[in-house]
């Protein structure tokens, strides 16, 4: 039980600094809830409209080409570390793996999957209002 003191020490400050900080925005936090600071809030966007509206193939196909990514990048920690022990052929497979992850990006590109200007998506159906944005203002709790 010698090596657990540590970990127990760790475990210990990682919840004080937790219900520390809880506790502090518990007493010194501001207390004047408004219906527009009780909304709902999700990525910038005011929550309007239906919530199982359907979202582009594009939006999958980019999350899953993340992944594929993310995880190579996830194996070459491991493989870092192993290269004197696995030598030439540890070399070659890596780059065998990386030369197949390259072939698949480029797939990916030719296909226009990270294309996401309007120009190219066929879902897209008006062309952008030219001047500045406009900007909507959301009234939440009013009635309006």
Same mark, same amino acid.
């Given at each position: 039980m010698?090596?657990w003191?540590?970990?127990a020490?760790?475990?210990?400050?990682?919840?004080g600094?937790?219900?520390v900080?809880v506790a502090?925005?518990?007493?010194?936090?501001p207390?004047?809830?408004? $219906?527009?600071k009780?909304?709902?809030?999700?990525?910038?966007? $005011?929550?309007?409209?239906d919530?199982?509206?359907?979202?582009?193939?594009?939006?999958?196909l980019?999350a899953m080409?993340f992944?594929?990514f993310?995880?190579e990048?996830?194996?070459?920690?491991?493989?870092?570390?192993a290269l004197r022990?696995?030598?030439?052929?540890g %070399?070659i497979?890596i780059?065998l793996?990386?030369a197949i992850?390259?072939?698949? %990006?480029?797939?990916? *590109?030719?296909?226009?999957v990270?294309? *996401?200007g $309007?120009?190219t998506d $066929?879902d897209y159906? !008006?062309?952008?209002?030219p001047?500045?944005a406009?900007?909507? !203002?959301?009234?939440?709790?009013t009635?309006?």
């Amino acid at each position: 039980m010698e090596g657990w003191g540590g970990v127990a020490i760790m475990v210990a400050l990682g919840v004080g600094f937790g219900a520390v900080n809880v506790a502090l925005s518990y007493f010194a936090g501001p207390r004047h809830p408004t $219906p527009e600071k009780e909304a709902a809030y999700e990525c910038g966007m $005011p929550p309007v409209g239906d919530a199982r509206e359907r979202q582009s193939v594009k939006f999958y196909l980019i999350a899953m080409i993340f992944l594929l990514f993310d995880i190579e990048v996830a194996f070459l920690g491991p493989w870092a570390m192993a290269l004197r022990d696995l030598g030439w052929p540890g %070399f070659i497979q890596i780059a065998l793996f990386f030369a197949i992850l390259a072939v698949a %990006f480029i797939y990916v *590109w030719r296909k226009g999957v990270l294309d *996401w200007g $309007p120009e190219t998506d $066929p879902d897209y159906v !008006r062309p952008p209002k030219p001047g500045p944005a406009v900007v909507k !203002r959301y009234n939440y709790g009013t009635g309006n």
